[in-house]
């Protein structure tokens, strides 16, 4: 695994719920990581598995095994958390609070 800084973290993170909250991806819609990839610049392309791995640790996000690989999808039952991340800006994360618990 890469080591990922606080402020890496963050931008990915926030990224890449982004992405699956506008692809619709809440359970069945679910997308494949090169997908997630695509809209991260390249010198972070290599954290972004570890980001998503965070992610399904806190269950904001769930996989799935596929034909192709892992397809990451947003959990219905943590969209409060999920709406929180898209809209914060700025340095008052939410996301180290909650990696925190």
Not at 21 to 35: A, E, L, M, P, T
Not at 51 to 77: D, S
Request: with cysteine.
């Amino acid at each position: 695994m890469v080591k990922v800084k606080r402020s890496e973290y963050i931008r990915i993170s926030r990224t890449a719920v982004k992405k699956l909250f506008d692809q619709n991806c809440f359970g069945k819609g679910s997308v494949y990581i090169h997908v997630l990839k695509s809209g991260i610049p390249k010198e972070d392309l290599d954290k972004v598995e570890t980001v998503m791995e965070a992610l399904v640790k806190q269950k904001i996000c769930g996989k799935k095994k596929k034909g192709l690989g892992w397809k990451y999808y947003l959990n219905m039952e943590r969209l409060d958390k999920i709406r929180e991340i898209i809209k914060e800006t700025g340095k008052d994360s939410i996301i180290p609070i909650l990696l925190m618990l």
